[in-house]
Protein backbone atom coordinates (compact mmCIF):
# COMPACT_ATOMS: atom_id res chain seq x y z
CA UNK A 1 0.00 0.00 0.00
CA UNK A 2 0.98 3.54 -0.96
CA UNK A 3 2.19 5.82 1.69
CA UNK A 4 0.31 9.48 1.87
CA UNK A 5 1.46 12.49 2.17
CA UNK A 6 1.62 13.01 5.90
CA UNK A 7 3.33 9.53 6.21
CA UNK A 8 5.77 10.55 3.30
CA UNK A 9 6.51 14.06 4.55
CA UNK A 10 6.73 12.72 8.50
CA UNK A 11 9.45 10.20 7.76
CA UNK A 12 11.24 13.02 6.08
CA UNK A 13 10.97 15.30 8.52
CA UNK A 14 12.25 12.56 11.17
CA UNK A 15 15.09 12.04 9.18
CA UNK A 16 16.35 15.56 9.45
CA UNK A 17 14.66 17.10 6.17
CA UNK A 18 15.11 21.10 6.48
CA UNK A 19 16.79 20.70 9.91
CA UNK A 20 19.37 22.65 8.68
CA UNK A 21 17.01 25.78 7.37
CA UNK A 22 15.98 27.76 10.39
CA UNK A 23 16.28 30.72 9.05
CA UNK A 24 13.00 32.79 8.09
CA UNK A 25 12.55 33.43 4.22
CA UNK A 26 14.15 36.38 2.96
CA UNK A 27 11.13 37.78 1.15
CA UNK A 28 9.79 37.58 4.46
CA UNK A 29 11.82 39.43 6.13
CA UNK A 30 12.76 42.08 3.24
CA UNK A 31 8.53 42.90 3.02
CA UNK A 32 7.75 42.55 7.02
CA UNK A 33 8.61 46.78 7.64
CA UNK A 34 6.16 47.36 5.05
CA UNK A 35 3.83 45.44 6.43
CA UNK A 36 3.76 46.39 10.00
CA UNK A 37 4.11 49.79 8.85
CA UNK A 38 0.64 50.00 7.54
CA UNK A 39 -1.16 48.54 10.79
CA UNK A 40 -2.38 45.10 8.90
CA UNK A 41 -4.63 42.95 11.10
CA UNK A 42 -2.45 41.17 13.15
CA UNK A 43 -3.70 37.80 12.49
CA UNK A 44 -1.61 35.52 9.88
CA UNK A 45 -1.35 32.30 8.14
CA UNK A 46 1.13 30.52 7.44
CA UNK A 47 0.38 27.78 4.34
CA UNK A 48 2.52 24.41 4.35
CA UNK A 49 4.76 26.13 7.33
CA UNK A 50 7.25 22.73 7.23
CA UNK A 51 8.81 23.45 10.70
CA UNK A 52 7.65 26.95 10.99
CA UNK A 53 10.28 28.57 10.61
CA UNK A 54 8.88 31.77 8.56
CA UNK A 55 5.43 31.47 11.13
CA UNK A 56 7.59 31.65 14.33
CA UNK A 57 9.23 35.01 12.82
CA UNK A 58 5.80 36.42 11.75
CA UNK A 59 4.84 35.60 15.61
CA UNK A 60 7.84 37.06 16.74
CA UNK A 61 6.78 40.44 14.99
CA UNK A 62 3.52 40.59 16.50
CA UNK A 63 1.23 38.48 14.74
CA UNK A 64 -0.96 35.72 15.73
CA UNK A 65 -0.06 32.81 13.58
CA UNK A 66 -2.05 29.88 12.34
CA UNK A 67 0.67 27.25 11.12
CA UNK A 68 -0.68 24.71 9.03
CA UNK A 69 1.27 21.27 7.17
CA UNK A 70 0.66 18.08 6.63
CA UNK A 71 2.94 16.82 9.14
CA UNK A 72 2.67 16.08 12.29
CA UNK A 73 6.25 15.57 12.70
CA UNK A 74 7.23 18.70 11.35
CA UNK A 75 4.50 20.49 13.39
CA UNK A 76 6.56 18.91 16.83
CA UNK A 77 9.94 20.01 15.23
CA UNK A 78 8.62 23.69 14.85
CA UNK A 79 6.36 23.57 18.01
CA UNK A 80 9.77 22.90 20.07
CA UNK A 81 11.83 25.66 18.25
CA UNK A 82 8.29 28.46 18.97
CA UNK A 83 8.94 26.90 22.60
CA UNK A 84 12.58 27.90 22.75
CA UNK A 85 12.22 31.24 20.99
CA UNK A 86 9.46 32.27 23.56
CA UNK A 87 6.79 32.74 21.06
CA UNK A 88 2.80 31.37 20.56
CA UNK A 89 1.76 29.71 17.76
CA UNK A 90 -1.09 27.94 16.65
CA UNK A 91 0.05 24.91 15.18
CA UNK A 92 -2.65 23.11 12.70
CA UNK A 93 -2.37 19.39 11.33
CA UNK A 94 -4.20 19.05 7.78
CA UNK A 95 -3.79 17.91 4.58
CA UNK A 96 -4.46 21.38 2.46
CA UNK A 97 -5.28 19.65 -0.74
CA UNK A 98 -7.42 16.98 1.08
CA UNK A 99 -11.18 17.91 1.33
CA UNK A 100 -12.86 20.58 3.58
CA UNK A 101 -9.82 22.61 2.81
CA UNK A 102 -9.72 25.63 4.92
CA UNK A 103 -12.06 23.37 7.17
CA UNK A 104 -8.96 23.99 10.33
CA UNK A 105 -9.06 27.85 9.64
CA UNK A 106 -11.06 30.40 11.73
CA UNK A 107 -12.95 31.43 8.73
CA UNK A 108 -14.61 34.63 10.78
CA UNK A 109 -11.31 35.87 11.32
CA UNK A 110 -9.90 37.21 8.16
CA UNK A 111 -5.97 37.24 7.64
CA UNK A 112 -4.07 40.20 7.38
CA UNK A 113 -1.13 38.30 6.46
CA UNK A 114 -0.96 35.14 4.51
CA UNK A 115 2.23 33.04 3.48
CA UNK A 116 2.99 29.89 1.13
CA UNK A 117 6.67 29.75 0.62
CA UNK A 118 7.76 26.75 -1.95
CA UNK A 119 4.09 24.77 -2.18
CA UNK A 120 2.70 24.64 -5.22
CA UNK A 121 -0.60 24.57 -5.24
CA UNK A 122 -3.09 26.74 -7.68
CA UNK A 123 -5.74 25.05 -6.43
CA UNK A 124 -5.37 26.73 -3.07
CA UNK A 125 -5.12 30.38 -4.52
CA UNK A 126 -8.93 31.42 -4.21
CA UNK A 127 -9.05 30.08 -0.79
CA UNK A 128 -5.84 32.29 0.48
CA UNK A 129 -7.58 35.12 -1.13
CA UNK A 130 -10.81 34.95 0.03
CA UNK A 131 -9.44 34.59 3.71
CA UNK A 132 -7.39 38.04 3.21
CA UNK A 133 -8.81 40.53 5.41
CA UNK A 134 -9.33 43.66 3.77
CA UNK A 135 -5.61 45.97 3.49
CA UNK A 136 -4.24 42.29 4.41
CA UNK A 137 -1.09 41.12 2.30
CA UNK A 138 -0.65 37.82 0.72
CA UNK A 139 3.15 36.72 0.13
CA UNK A 140 4.37 33.49 -2.23
CA UNK A 141 7.54 32.25 -3.70
CA UNK A 142 7.65 29.24 -5.89
CA UNK A 143 10.30 27.48 -7.07
CA UNK A 144 10.25 28.92 -10.66
CA UNK A 145 10.84 26.68 -13.95
CA UNK A 146 13.91 27.24 -15.55
CA UNK A 147 16.01 26.48 -18.67
CA UNK A 148 19.22 28.67 -18.14
CA UNK A 149 22.52 27.07 -17.98
CA UNK A 150 23.05 27.87 -14.35
CA UNK A 151 22.58 25.01 -11.32
CA UNK A 152 19.62 25.55 -9.15
CA UNK A 153 18.47 23.86 -6.20
CA UNK A 154 14.77 22.98 -5.38
CA UNK A 155 12.62 20.13 -7.16
CA UNK A 156 13.90 18.42 -10.47
CA UNK A 157 10.08 17.44 -10.89
CA UNK A 158 8.77 20.92 -13.29
CA UNK A 159 5.15 19.34 -11.41
CA UNK A 160 6.51 21.40 -8.74
CA UNK A 161 7.74 24.66 -10.19
CA UNK A 162 5.81 27.25 -11.40
CA UNK A 163 5.80 28.58 -14.90
CA UNK A 164 6.64 32.08 -15.72
CA UNK A 165 4.00 34.70 -15.31
CA UNK A 166 1.53 32.11 -14.03
CA UNK A 167 1.84 33.69 -9.89
CA UNK A 168 0.25 36.36 -11.40
CA UNK A 169 -2.14 35.76 -13.55
CA UNK A 170 -4.09 33.48 -11.36
CA UNK A 171 -3.97 36.35 -8.52
CA UNK A 172 -4.80 39.17 -10.92
CA UNK A 173 -7.73 36.84 -12.17
CA UNK A 174 -9.29 37.21 -8.47
CA UNK A 175 -12.55 38.74 -7.95
CA UNK A 176 -11.46 40.10 -5.23
CA UNK A 177 -9.32 43.39 -5.99
CA UNK A 178 -5.58 42.74 -5.68
CA UNK A 179 -2.64 45.30 -5.99
CA UNK A 180 0.34 43.87 -6.68
CA UNK A 181 2.91 45.23 -4.35
CA UNK A 182 6.13 43.43 -5.34
CA UNK A 183 7.37 41.31 -7.98
CA UNK A 184 10.40 38.69 -9.20
CA UNK A 185 11.12 36.11 -10.95
CA UNK A 186 14.86 35.31 -11.38
CA UNK A 187 17.72 34.23 -9.54
CA UNK A 188 18.54 34.17 -5.82
CA UNK A 189 21.65 33.62 -3.88
CA UNK A 190 20.41 31.38 -1.10
CA UNK A 191 21.91 31.81 2.27
CA UNK A 192 23.98 28.02 1.98
CA UNK A 193 25.47 30.16 -0.65
CA UNK A 194 23.33 28.07 -3.96
CA UNK A 195 21.13 29.35 -6.42
CA UNK A 196 17.21 29.25 -6.62
CA UNK A 197 15.17 30.12 -9.46
CA UNK A 198 12.00 31.84 -7.49
CA UNK A 199 9.16 33.55 -8.72
CA UNK A 200 7.79 35.67 -5.95
CA UNK A 201 4.85 38.01 -6.06
CA UNK A 202 3.28 40.17 -2.93
CA UNK A 203 -0.60 41.30 -3.45
CA UNK A 204 -2.56 43.31 -1.13
CA UNK A 205 -6.14 43.03 -0.90
CA UNK A 206 -8.28 46.08 -1.61
CA UNK A 207 -11.71 44.85 -1.47
Known sequence: MALSDRQLWDARYRQGAYSERLWPGAYLQQCMPQIL????????????????????????????????????AALAQGARQAFHAGVMV????????????????????????????????????????????????????????????EAVNGPNNPDFRVAPQALKEALLSSPQGLDIVDEFEGLVEEPDRSQAALSRIWVRRQR
Open 37 to 72: AQQTPERALDVACGRGRNSIYAAQQGFNVDAVDVSA
Open 90 to 149: NWRCQNLLGANVGGGWQRDNKYGLIIMFRFVAPSLLPTLVSNLALGGHLLIEEHLQWSGP
